[in-house]
């Protein structure tokens, strides 16, 4: 077995630190390690992800253009599975630690980190609105539990309830660590509500996040987002936010072979694109379409001024959504 290591710079966030900011936004050492395995090639299998990840994590917001560029560019050549790995299980003295450390300003500070992040990944957050929200947050465990729950129904419920929970918190500023929210989110995706709180209720869902941490100790992965990617004899382990083009880098050094689709550079590919539920933000369709963001912005104004889009600011940043075309009068 070869390892290398590369050292990029600081972006992870993991459970052991203490400060409420750290817990959230911190950055910390990348470590990027392809092994080289002396199994069989399987070549012919699918391009495995897994993701271990927290709702709460903003660092995990920012790779959203990642997974939208795996979905929608790699399709079915690439297998994502989602693990909930639990960054905080009891908030409450962490809490109470730095209010005493900020002189009881605590929540200045931590606006102030999630603004600093943003900035960095460049999804738009709406940090005062999270930040008011968590009056009442006492630890990361609960949305994880109900994410397992959506991810017990199958058919991709997993990724479509995360990212309409993340969604919640980082767009819309909602409590998505009480249940009346997670259920609500459930409802808004189309997942089976009674089975989604059947599943909160008998445990079951909890038994499945215990599972998912099970595997996270044992692979001794202490911060998220953290990335297994894996095809034939070649893997790479990937700890720590980086943007989608560093990414696909690593991908490609996995799987040099590996190919996508191309999406149309263009007004139409852009409104293909936001056909899809849920909302956008320029950073995704950057990521999409492989161009800058600056590129993207460009062509979504265009659109934006033909009436065919509408954006959003949140935070430093901007939302976009398909404007419903209007049915024809009879």
Same mark, same amino acid.
């Not at 590369?6 to 750290?22: G, H, M, Q």
């Not at 012919?44 to 903003?58: A, E, F, Q």
């Not at 995990?60 to 693990?83: A, Q, S």
């Given at each position: 077995?070869?390892?290398?290591?590369?050292?990029?710079?600081?972006?992870?966030?993991?459970?052991?630190?203490?400060?409420?900011?750290?817990?959230?936004?911190?950055?910390?050492?990348?470590?990027?390690?392809?092994?080289?395995?002396?199994?069989?090639?399987?070549?012919?299998?699918?391009?495995? @992800?897994?993701?271990?990840?927290?709702?709460?994590?903003?660092?995990?917001?920012?790779?959203?253009?990642?997974?939208?560029?795996?979905?929608?560019?790699?399709?079915?050549?690439?297998?994502?599975?989602?693990?909930?790995?639990?960054?905080?299980?009891?908030?409450?003295?962490?809490?109470?630690?730095?209010?005493?450390?900020?002189?009881?300003?605590?929540?200045?500070? @931590?606006?102030?980190?999630?603004?600093?992040?943003?900035?960095?990944?460049?999804?738009?957050?709406?940090?005062?609105?999270?930040?008011?929200?968590?009056?009442?947050?006492?630890?990361?465990?609960?949305?994880?539990?109900?994410?397992?729950?959506?991810?017990?129904?199958?058919?991709?419920?997993?990724?479509?309830?995360?990212?309409?929970?993340?969604?919640?918190?980082?767009?819309?500023?909602?409590?998505?660590?009480?249940?009346? @929210?997670?259920?609500?989110?459930?409802?808004?995706?189309?997942?089976?509500?009674?089975?989604?709180?059947?599943?909160?209720?008998?445990?079951?869902?909890?038994?499945?996040?215990?599972?998912?941490?099970?595997?996270?100790?044992?692979?001794?992965?202490?911060?998220?987002?953290?990335?297994?990617?894996?095809?034939?004899?070649?893997?790479?382990?990937?700890?720590?936010?980086?943007?989608?083009?560093?990414?696909?880098?690593?991908?490609?050094?996995?799987?040099?072979?590996?190919?996508?689709?191309?999406?149309?550079?263009?007004?139409?590919?852009?409104?293909?694109?936001?056909?899809?539920?849920?909302?956008?933000?320029?950073?995704?369709?950057?990521?999409?379409?492989? @161009?800058?963001?600056?590129?993207?912005?460009?062509?979504?104004?265009?659109?934006?001024?033909?009436?065919?889009?509408?954006?959003?600011?949140?935070?430093?940043?901007?939302?976009?959504?398909?404007?419903?075309?209007?049915?024809?009068?009879?």
């Amino acid at each position: 077995m070869h390892d290398w290591e590369v050292s990029e710079n600081d972006n992870a966030e993991t459970t052991k630190r203490i400060p409420v900011f750290l817990i959230f936004a911190l950055p910390t050492r990348i470590i990027l390690t392809i092994l080289c395995r002396s199994r069989a090639s399987a070549m012919s299998d699918p391009l495995r @992800v897994v993701w271990y990840t927290d709702p709460h994590n903003i660092w995990c917001w920012g790779c959203e253009p990642t997974i939208r560029r795996l979905e929608i560019v790699y399709g079915r050549g690439v297998e994502l599975e989602i693990r909930q790995g639990g960054l905080f299980e009891d908030f409450r003295p962490v809490r109470e630690h730095w209010a005493r450390m900020s002189g009881g300003r605590w929540s200045e500070s @931590v606006l102030a980190f999630f603004d600093a992040v943003a900035n960095q990944h460049r999804m738009p957050m709406d940090s005062a609105g999270m930040v008011d929200s968590s009056d009442d947050f006492n630890s990361t465990w609960p949305a994880c539990i109900a994410a397992k729950a959506a991810a017990l129904q199958g058919n991709g419920a997993d990724g479509r309830y995360l990212r309409a929970l993340r969604e919640a918190w980082c767009l819309d500023g909602r409590a998505i660590h009480r249940v009346d @929210v997670q259920t609500e989110v459930a409802r808004e995706v189309g997942l089976d509500v009674n089975r989604f709180t059947a599943s909160l209720e008998d445990e079951s869902a909890l038994d499945a996040f215990r599972r998912d941490r099970e595997e996270a100790e044992r692979l001794e992965i202490q911060g998220f987002p953290t990335f297994l990617i894996e095809r034939g004899n070649a893997s790479a382990r990937l700890n720590g936010w980086q943007p989608w083009e560093v990414f696909e880098d690593v991908l490609r050094q996995v799987d040099p072979t590996l190919e996508g689709a191309t999406i149309e550079r263009s007004k139409e590919g852009v409104l293909s694109l936001l056909e899809r539920p849920s909302r956008w933000a320029t950073r995704e369709i950057a990521a999409v379409l492989g @161009v800058t963001d600056d590129d993207a912005e460009l062509l979504l104004e265009e659109l934006e001024g033909t009436g065919r889009l509408r954006s959003r600011p949140v935070g430093n940043g901007l939302v976009w959504e398909r404007v419903p075309l209007l049915a024809a009068t009879p």
